[in-house]
């Protein structure tokens, strides 16, 4: 388990910048001009990022866990936004998995198959011998990763490096070694490079420029008569895309311009640049300490790894590793967006950029099935085609046909989610009106070819894949159909706004197939069915097999599973979640009531969607023990696929759970009227304090269940717990609660 930093920072004895002020030897980089200031800025700079790592804003690996490499690589990652580079120890142990990711930068293997492009490690230090791993933190507040190593009382190695938020592609590497861990490193200035290409054109070109001077220091020097012990600077720079299309910049100028920066300045940007980003996207879980720290690691690998310009292709692990290929999914979409839309919308933009640039690849599919609009892929990657493998390999080593991309079509519905909830936090019909218009209309276009309809007037949507991918080529998923049809409102909306962006009738049109796609509701139980047939399936309850969260195709086996009520993840629920005006008022309890003893969490989103939805019926307690979970993920390896890379969407739950769930916060379209809040939050937690951008306005919201402290810098209008819709001036007052006595949930309530 990863744990906290020591309150107190990590101890070690690193002395003074000057000492390292010796030799700079006669190294080949172009200039060295300014190079002693180079290793005391880093020897500061080693000392700073030290005291910077503690209590709920950094998250520590401690020393002598064996077995935990990878999954502490995923962990300990770092990225701008852009490239990434994976956690490991700068000695790269047998056990390590080193790599430099970055978004978008595919690779095409023979078989068809496209997966990110792995470059070296620009950690890595060729060290005579391991100093045994040390205590790693990763700064939650600055996103740097310290190590440090120390016998029998004596520091062995210190080292920090960060990717430079300020600056993408630009990275920074201090490390002190002592004698016989360093006796490799050649003092000088060295320079190096490295470029990996991809079959698809693309490159990563990895260049770096490292200064190795002695370091006389009563720190690692010590014990070694005070000589041999060296100081390693490393400036770096990484360029990532396709060579003449998207190559960001040349990776030696990088260099260049670190090197005019050095290190100091470096830091001061960076520490600078999260600051910024932390200041509008915080949460913290007053009360709970080890909840807010493992909050923020969501939150902390969701900024890294997305870009805030260009397009954003967010892969299911971002760039902490390479499960899933890269590829992209519905978990970038509906996951991730929000707590950007929320917080920094230029990275929820460049998400939908990523989409926007992909339409012709969309469109393409459609026609392909002889259909109109676009048709957005299930998994995607470097050009929007559908890379989806055909089979893969179950753990009894069977092969199984994976056919989540020929019918898990909800994507589509999923993309003008993501869309809407962009304006929607924005408060501004801009991005609906221009560019993201196409997100929007033409995934309704496609459904509207793509649906029957029935001889009794009733539109379907046959064949298909939910969220919950435990049941195939099912009839009218609950989930898929109303989302589509809300979708295709939303798109009538955005025709009646932009009538050149569809064609005449289409809104009318779309209107209609709204209201006449079936949604599986049955007013007897008051629950919708998951798909036509569902209830008619072997009741199985989760308990019966085993405890959540379980893989329960493992258990039972593809085909009993097939034919059960068991269910991997969310589904109907999920509409719950995203779209609460679109699915029948009062709902929410008695789908709850039926599907969570039903649900596996086989997948590791299906936690937090349905921690969000009790903390909206008033069930803190299960709520928050389901939020937990959530967080402990990756941190735990609760899923044994976290040497793979961070599961992001889980992230992006866990801040849904919090925000729209505990918090009540809600969110529908660019012209609401008013913030609506409407807190729910377990005993023991005293308040819940959420910064975030709405309709332009940066707030601070301090949440109790009997009000709501709101700071803002703009004059905003907020509804606290049902109440008459406040207008709060800066920097901000208390909103009561309007809700009056408590135990109840919010529809119920409402
Ligand atoms: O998108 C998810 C899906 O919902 C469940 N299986 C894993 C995918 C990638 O995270």
Redesign the pocket.
């Known amino acids: 388990m990863l744990g906290p930093a020591p309150a107190s920072g990590l101890q070690g004895s690193i002395v003074a910048a000057g000492a390292a002020a010796g030799s700079t030897g006669g190294g080949d980089v172009a200039s060295t001009a300014g190079t002693p200031a180079t290793s005391a800025a880093g020897l500061d700079v080693l000392r700073q990022a030290r005291d910077h790592s503690a209590g709920p804003w950094a998250v520590s690996v401690p020393p002598g866990r064996s077995g935990l490499e990878r999954v502490e690589e995923s962990c300990l990652a770092v990225a701008d936004g852009r490239t990434g580079i994976r956690g490991s120890v700068e000695e790269n142990g047998a056990a390590s998995d080193p790599a430099v990711l970055a978004a978008g930068v595919y690779e095409r293997e023979p078989d068809g198959t496209e997966r990110l492009v792995e470059a070296p490690a620009w950690t890595a230090l060729d060290l005579a011998g391991s100093p045994g791993p040390g205590v790693r933190v990763l700064d939650l507040r600055t996103g740097a990763v310290f190590r440090t190593v120390e016998r029998d009382g004596h520091p062995l190695f210190h080292s920090v490096h960060w990717l430079c938020l300020a600056r993408p592609g630009t990275g920074v590497m201090v490390a002190e070694a002592a004698e016989w861990i360093a006796a490799r490193l050649e003092p000088g200035e060295h320079l190096d490079s490295v470029s990996v290409p991809s079959s698809l054109g693309s490159v990563i070109e990895v260049a770096s420029a490292t200064q190795v001077v002695p370091a006389r220091s009563e720190g690692v020097g010590e014990g070694s008569d005070g000589g041999g012990a060296a100081l390693v600077t490393r400036l770096v720079g990484v360029a990532a895309g396709r060579r003449t299309r998207t190559m960001r910049d040349d990776p030696t100028r990088l260099v260049g311009h670190a090197r005019h920066a050095g290190p100091a300045e470096l830091w001061d940007e960076q520490v600078a640049a999260w600051a910024r980003r932390w200041d509008v996207a915080d949460v913290e879980v007053v009360g709970d300490e080890e909840l807010t720290r493992s909050v923020r690691f969501g939150l902390f690998h969701m900024m890294a790894s997305v870009a805030s310009r260009g397009e954003a292709a967010v892969g299911?692990?971002g760039m902490t590793g390479p499960a899933?290929d890269g590829?992209v999914?519905?978990?970038a979409d509906v996951?991730v967006l929000p707590f950007l839309a929320a917080t920094w919308p230029r990275s929820a933009r460049a998400i939908l950029e990523y989409r926007i640039r992909r339409l012709p690849a969309a469109r393409a599919a459609a026609a392909r099935a002889g259909l109109a609009g676009a048709r957005f892929p299930?998994e995607s990657a470097d050009d929007g085609t559908d890379v989806t493998p055909g089979s893969g390999v179950d753990e009894a080593g069977r092969t199984v046909p994976i056919l989540?991309g020929q019918e898990?079509e909800h994507i589509g519905a999923d993309v003008g989610w993501a869309a809407w909830q962009l304006a929607a936090w924005a408060g501004s019909w801009r991005f609906l009106d221009g560019p993201g218009a196409p997100l929007v209309v033409e995934p309704a276009r496609y459904f509207e070819h793509r649906m029957a309809v029935d001889a009794d007037g009733t539109a379907h949507l046959r064949g298909m894949i939910g969220?919950d991918?435990y049941h195939e080529h099912v009839d009218d998923n609950a989930y898929t159909n109303l989302m589509v049809s809300w979708l295709l409102r939303r798109a009538a909306e955005v025709g009646d706004r932009r009538p050149d962006a569809v064609v005449p009738g289409e809104p009318a049109r779309w209107r209609t197939m709204a209201r006449s796609l079936v949604d599986g509701y049955d007013a007897g139980d008051g629950t919708h069915e998951q798909f036509a047939g569902y209830g008619g399936l072997e009741d199985l309850l989760v308990a019966q097999i085993g405890t959540p969260p379980l893989a329960a195709d493992l258990v039972l086996g593809r085909d009993r599973l097939m034919g059960s009520q068991i269910i991997?993840?969310a589904d109907v629920l999920m509409a719950h979640l995203l779209i609460p005006d679109g699915i029948g008022r009062g709902t929410l309890a008695s789908d709850m009531d039926r599907y969570l003893p039903r649900t596996a969490h086989?997948?590791?989103?299906s936690p937090a969607v349905h921690a969000a939805l009790l903390a909206r019926l008033g069930r803190t307690a299960e709520a928050r023990s389901l939020l937990e979970l959530a967080t402990r993920i990756d941190l735990d390896d609760l899923t044994g696929t976290t040497a793979g890379g961070l599961?992001?969407?889980t992230f992006g739950g866990v801040w849904q759970a919090l925000v729209t769930g505990f918090a009540g916060i809600r969110v529908t379209g660019p012209d609401d009227p008013a913030l609506v809040v409407d807190p729910r939050l377990p005993a023991d937690w005293s308040e819940l304090r959420i910064r975030l951008q709405w309709h332009g306005r940066r707030l601070a919201l301090s949440c109790r269940n009997d009000g709501v402290h709101v700071g803002t810098d703009r004059l905003v209008a907020v509804s606290v717990g049902g109440g008459t819709v406040i207008a709060v001036h800066p920097p901000g007052r208390w909103v009561p609660s309007g809700r009056t006595g408590g135990g109840t949930g919010r529809e119920e309530a409402t």
């Open positions: 299911a692990r899933y590829h999914f519905w978990d996951f299930w989540t898990e969220p991918e991997k993840q086989g997948s590791s989103l599961h992001l969407a």
